[in-house]
């Protein structure tokens, strides 16, 4: 999808927080969420080593090889060795500790560490792109550690370099959108969530962000990036479908040279 001029979202919906000092996440609140993604299910689950189509694509086009990249809250590192395998230089980074000890057994070749979303341990412009796959950003809680994250991002990455980043849809959350159909409780809960710009909805015990598109692009906008283009689920291209049965959308940013 090429470049699309959305409507303007008042600065105050896009940074809330923006004059204040940005808070980290509660540490009760975080080692929760760490420990949800520290049992064999969690294993289980993201054990699974193999690119989905819009990551294809936009690695593809976008990434060239020999580019150093960040693979930010890599996980088990799915993304992080695929990449490796096509010729990239690429560092993965979790806040999962038990992830990040898992995937240094599986992968001892890979460079792989602890990190937070909201503090990357790199100097300015140390990455030519910066990923982060599977919706990872929308775990950042609260939505200050996002912005910040978004934030840093910019600050890691070369002029004109890209981020590209995965982030639940939440138009998909309509009733008459097909998606979460197996969860008619759930959707039918959450649904009305889907006429707000964006809303934190509680999955499995933990808060993750959904967002529209026009939402999601202003506030990365905001952020110092330039919108690019984005892919729906399965490579989905018309208008409609992205935005109302995409459970999650791929969006391309490039920093602005200017930042």
Not at 162 to 191: A, D, E, M, V
Request: aromatic fraction near 14%; include cysteine.
């Amino acid at each position: 999808m090429t470049r699309k001029i959305f409507s303007s979202f008042p600065a105050d919906i896009l940074f809330e927080e923006r004059s204040v000092h940005l808070p980290g996440q509660n540490p009760s609140e975080l080692a929760e969420k760490l420990q949800c993604y520290s049992t064999p299910e969690s294993v289980d689950e993201y054990s699974v080593y193999r690119l989905y189509p819009e990551e294809t694509y936009l690695f593809t086009k976008y990434y060239k090889p020999g580019d150093r990249i960040l693979d930010h809250a890599c996980g088990l590192g799915r993304t992080t060795l695929r990449l490796h395998e096509m010729g990239f230089l690429v560092k993965g980074l979790d806040a999962s500790e038990f992830f990040v000890n898992i995937a240094k057994r599986r992968f001892p070749f890979l460079d792989l560490g602890v990190g937070s979303y909201d503090h990357i341990e790199a100097p300015d412009a140390a990455f030519a792109h910066v990923l982060i796959s599977f919706n990872g950003i929308d775990h950042a809680f609260p939505e200050p550690q996002r912005i910040t994250t978004l934030r840093e991002c910019a600050r890691v990455l070369k002029p004109g370099g890209t981020l590209i980043y995965s982030s639940h849809n939440i138009k998909s959350l309509h009733l008459f959108s097909p998606r979460h159909g197996r969860q008619p409780l759930w959707k039918l809960r959450n649904s009305p969530k889907a006429f707000k710009a964006r809303a934190y909805v509680l999955e499995e015990g933990v808060r993750t962000f959904y967002a529209s598109p026009e939402f999601v692009v202003h506030q990365t906008e905001s952020a110092g990036f330039l919108f690019l283009e984005m892919v729906g689920f399965r490579m989905s291209r018309h208008n409609w479908i992205t935005r109302y049965y995409s459970p999650y959308i791929y969006y391309a940013f490039s920093r602005h040279p200017n930042l």
